[in-house]
């Protein structure tokens, strides 16, 4: 279900624009419909009045908790069981400045990064807008969100218009501030294309921050790893968030998944610093969580630390974070995969631990 399918549902229940942004505020603030100074019976038309109880059902429907697993930094990854029965994962992640939240995108993921787990598996299918709005009112009945973080499963680029609508709504009546609506990607000329319009757009769009799953500055090395990514040369993907994040205001963050042996030697350092310097950005290093099956290590703290340390002394903003909730099935798309026969990975969400 996409938003504007329930938009549409609004109108033909009589609702004007007001009774439209009211529904959809509240409901994506998880508070209750006859919440609000405006008594309900003298607000909404009575046909949207009597069809709302059922409307609301449909709605908490479409995201329900099937598990919750706490980690011992106060995240928690939950299983959501969507309608139809397929599930994906979100993250709470740990508490901090501004309590955030890991949202999917889509159930499965086409861009088969080599070392994900949701990746092994392939699409499923995509999520509607008003599912990923789900995940978030779902979130919202057990802790406060004030920050959405676009990297569970899925590729935002490949639903792209699904991720807009839900970001645009939650940036509005969803009161979350526009530069902590962070929408992650490997990288897509449609995304870009999408983003660079929204520079000139009219005060008061919703401008989301922008995330870069970069993981080498080497072409060749990129493709093996994520072998169904455009391909965008890394020179390329900087140069366009670059432009976006300068015309926002808000930096780029790059992604950069940690792998021993892979991608954590010097010649990477070299090719960070010369692909990142005076450049609007912010390098976050998260060592790999290990998925079952896949045959990627984790470096170790201390190799990881130097790199953030000799990164920082080149002039490259850098935090080595590590993801939420490790100590509960890691990645992201392992529940999922412990709960169903299929296997995924993912750029798990990450705290920051030490950097
Ligand atoms: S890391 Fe992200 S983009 Fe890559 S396969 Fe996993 S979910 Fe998809």
Request: charged share 20%.
């Amino acid at each position: 279900m996409h938003i504007s399918d329930i938009r549409h549902r609004l109108r033909l229940l009589g609702a004007g624009p007001a009774h439209e942004e009211r529904v959809l505020r509240l409901w994506a603030r998880a508070l209750p419909q006859d919440s609000g100074r405006r008594k309900l019976e003298n607000f909404l038309p009575r046909a949207l009045r009597n069809e709302l109880p059922a409307l609301c059902e449909e709605l908490a429907a479409l995201a329900r908790l099937h598990t919750e697993h706490p980690g011992e930094d106060g995240s928690a990854r939950l299983l959501l069981a969507l309608a139809d029965g397929q599930t994906v994962e979100s993250v709470l992640l740990p508490p901090g400045r501004t309590p955030g939240l890991c949202v999917s995108t889509q159930v499965g993921c086409a861009v088969g990064c080599r070392f994900c787990m949701t990746g092994q598996g392939g699409l499923v299918r995509q999520l509607g807008s008003a599912e990923i709005v789900a995940q978030v009112a779902l979130a919202r009945t057990r802790r406060p969100v004030a920050k959405v973080v676009f990297m569970g499963m899925g590729e935002p680029a490949h639903n792209l218009a699904a991720v807009m609508e839900a970001i645009d709504l939650l940036g509005t009546g969803g009161a979350i501030g526009h530069k902590n609506l962070v929408l992650s990607t490997v990288g897509d000329p449609r995304l870009f294309e999408r983003l660079h319009a929204l520079e000139h757009a009219a005060v008061g769009t919703v401008k989301p921050a922008l995330a870069l799953s970069l993981h080498s500055t080497k072409a060749a090395l990129r493709a093996e790893l994520l072998p169904r990514a455009p391909r965008m040369a890394p020179a390329e993907l900087v140069a366009q968030g670059e432009r976006y994040a300068r015309a926002t205001g808000y930096p780029i963050q790059f992604q950069w998944t940690l792998l021993a042996g892979v991608n954590d030697g010097d010649d990477e350092i070299e090719g960070i610093v010369a692909l990142l310097s005076g450049k609007y950005a912010l390098m976050n290093l998260i060592p790999y969580n290990a998925v079952p099956g896949l045959p990627f290590a984790r470096p170790s703290w201390e190799r990881a630390a130097e790199i953030a340390r000799t990164l920082h002394r080149r002039g490259i903003l850098t935090k080595l974070r590590q993801s939420a909730g490790q100590d509960v099935q890691a990645g992201c798309g392992q529940l999922r995969a412990r709960d169903l026969p299929i296997h995924k990975p993912s750029a798990a969400p990450q705290r920051e631990v030490s950097w």
